[in-house]
């Protein structure tokens, strides 16, 4: 079972929208940070944007402006509303969480991913 579940990827014209989310699909005793990463063909991996569990947030200077990520700790959820998109963005989009047990064991968890492509 893939501990997180990201949807809402797809294709879109630049300067278009999309909204991406990723849920938990498994309980955990805390989430610290989560956030979005993304890697295009060819390139390393990279990250878009992070949220601690207090809100204090993260963005890469190339979607500053553009991009919003914001959490619902209740739900275990994580969004990136992705405004004025460019040809650049095309990418697969991961979200990730930092964890810790009851016992302050970290862990570091990994969605499928979803594809972003933005074209005309």
Sequence with gaps: QVP???????????GGSLRLSCAASRSFFRINSMGWYRQAPGKQRELVAGIASGGTTVYADSVTGR??????????????????????????????????????????????????????
């Design 4 to 14: 997180l579940v990201e949807s809402g990827g797809g294709l879109v014209q630049p």
């Design 67 to 120: 991009f919003t990520i914001s959490r619902d700790n209740a739900k275990n959820t994580v969004y990136l509303q992705m405004n004025s998109l460019k040809p650049e963005d095309t990418a697969v989009y991961y979200c990730n969480a930092d964890t810790r047990t009851s016992y302050g064991t970290r862990g570091e968890y990994w969605g499928q991913g979803t594809q972003v492509t933005v074209s005309s």
